[in-house]
Every structure is written in C-alpha cells, then in structure tokens.
C-alpha cells in the first residue's frame, strides 16, 4: 500500500522577519514530487471538527482579527493575515484528509506538510506560531471515526502544551512529548498530568540531546507506553527544530537522527497500530533541515534507506539522559 502526503504551504501566511514563513518550504517543495508517495489535497476542516479542540468563542475571535488584517496576536510572536483563518483551517483539514486515508484503507501511512503549524495551540488560544492545533483536531476526528484509542507523539524541540491540553481529560487520547527543557512555552516537566500518568508523558531533555538519546528515549519510554496504552492510530508531531543547528532551539538531532527516530516509530505503529501513522509538520525554522528532516520521514513511511546524506551531525556531546529516563519510568510506575 502507498504512502499519502498533503502539502498546505499557506504562501499569504506570512510577516515581515517571521521564522514560522512560507520559505521554510522552499528547499522541500520542488523535491516533493522526487518522493516515493502521492498527494492527496486537502480541504479546510469545519467548524464542528474545530471545536472538537477548541472553544467556539476563540474561534470566532480568530476569524474577527484575521478580517482585520495583519497582526500580532500573542507575544511568542503569533501573527495573522487576512487569509490565516483560512489556512488554518486548511492545515486542519490536511492532516484530517491522511489521518482519513490512513483509516480506511487508501493508505498504509501519511505526512501532512502543513502550516500554520499547531501544537501550541490550546483549546481557548492560539499561541507560539500556531492558530489551531492541528494535530489534536485530527486526532479527535481519528477517534469520531471508528478509533478507541490515539495517541500523539510529539519530537518537537518545543513542548506541545496545547496538545496536551487538549488531551489531557481524554482517557481515549494519549500524548509523549520530548522536548528541550527550559524554553517556549516553559510546559512540559515529568508531572504536569499527575491523573494521567502513563497517558500523558513529557520527556523533558538537556540541551544536544540528539541521536544517541532519542532512541533511548524510543526504546526505553515510547515502546513501553504505547505498549500500556495501546492506542490504534499513531500522529507524530515532526518539528525539524530538533536538528543541533536550528536557529532558535539547541536540541542535538543529525538528519541520520531524524530517519532513526522516524523509523522507530514506523515500527511501533507496526507492531501495535497496524501500521496507522500519520506524521504532521510542526516547528523547524531552517529550509535545509525542513528538506532533510521531511526525506527522512518519507524514507522511514515507505521502508526505504535514507535517500540523503548531508554531512550534518551533531557537534557537541549528546549528555546522559540515564538518569532522567529513570525518573520519568518512576514518576509513570513503569519502574521501581
Ligand atoms: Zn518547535
């Protein structure tokens, strides 16, 4: 079975000095075709699937100061134009058109290369670049459609707090987040959830985390979890941010990291979801990294090698996470 991707550019999405911009797709866009998979194109996703997520008032408000015109509207700085309510609902409908796709049957698995992206975005506000989490609206429309269970794993360099909000009195919806400690949005420590523990699981990380630790990480937390959870539908939210070399995020990631962890988690929807994964675009502010980063993704859906090399690894030592992986298995009762 083939391997799906939409692509919403969102090319009016967009402000002056911005790194969340429409070129962060210019080194990706004329490779997409070079891909081994076929586009499906997306459509905007309804209100009803919105407020699965969000507030009908923070809706509403959206649209308003979009009519409005271009605009900050939170300090992270998020931005709006005229026509950002339109492409956030359009980034929505595209990871709903895979996760769709992906369930009944079309598909074996999918990559929605969306933006705005959205695992910032709270159920009462949009924040940190993002206007509507579209992950999480995805998610809840995976379990309006047949799913028991779904579970979002986010490897983001930033914590996706408004996924986790959004999950977080949903015994059906599960969420791991690895992410750097002590940045944007300052979210994300072991005990945010303490009701929900093995269900909502942060994975807070030292700065040049990368290739050696996230693995790890797989292995040691990501195996055992979706294992507890067993959800039957996995949406990873894939920020390229994580790269060592992004401008704004100081994780530790080689492209080589990306199809590793990519591929490892290929696995475990193989293994425990029948193969149901839907990877979505979140952060990654460089256009090189966003090419190579979204390869590796395609590489690791459709059982290939790694069809890029970029001589990109990481050049400060990854630091032991031991220690920290122990605390988070503890804190969830996955350890004594
Ligand atoms: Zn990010």
């Known amino acids: ?11 009016t999405h967009e402000f002056p000095d911005h790194p969340e911009r429409p070129g962060r797709l210019d080194v990706l866009e004329p490779l997409l075709h070079s891909m081994d998979a076929e586009k499906i194109e997306a459509t905007r996703a309804t209100h009803e699937q919105i407020t699965r997520v969000h507030q009908p008032q923070m809706i509403k408000a959206i649209e308003e100061v979009c009519k409005q015109g271009p605009g900050i509207i939170d300090h992270a700085p998020t931005y709006v134009t005229q026509t950002s309510y339109e492409d956030a609902l359009l980034a929505a409908g595209g990871v709903i058109a895979c996760m769709r796709a992906v369930i009944h049957g079309d598909a074996k698995n999918a990559f929605a290369i969306v933006r705005p992206p959205g695992h910032h975005a709270e159920p009462d506000r949009a924040m940190g670049f993002c206007i509507f989490n579209n992950i999480a609206i995805a998610a809840r429309e995976a379990l309006e459609n047949g799913m028991e269970r779904v579970m979002v794993i986010d490897y983001d360099a930033h914590h996706g707090n408004g996924t986790q909000a959004a999950c977080m009195d949903n015994d059906r919806f599960g969420f791991i987040s690895t992410h ?36 790890r990480v797989a292995d040691k937390i990501f195996k055992p979890v979706v294992e507890l959870f067993r959800p039957q539908m996995l949406f990873i939210s894939a920020g390229f941010d994580a790269h060592w070399n992004d401008p704004i995020t100081s994780l530790g990631l080689s492209t080589q990291g990306f199809f590793n962890i990519s591929k490892k988690l290929v696995e475990l929807a193989e293994e425990y979801c029948d193969g149901k994964i839907v990877f979505v675009l979140e952060g990654g502010y460089d256009p090189h990294n966003v090419a190579n980063g979204a390869a590796a993704v395609f590489d690791a859906l459709t059982n290939s090698p790694l069809s890029v090399a970029p001589k990109d690894s990481c050049l400060y030592t990854d630091p032991d996470h031991g220690a920290r992986i122990d605390d988070i298995l503890k804190w969830h009762g996955m350890k004594s």
Do not use: C
């Not at 303490?194 to 050696?212: M, T």
């Open 1 to 11: 079975m083939k391997t799906i991707f939409t692509f919403v550019p969102s090319r």
């Open 180 to 215: 750097q400690w002590g940045i944007y949005p300052g979210t994300g420590w072991i005990n945010d959830a303490p009701h929900a523990k093995g269900r909502l699981v942060n994975v807070p990380l030292h700065a040049y985390a990368g290739d050696e630790t996230f693995p």
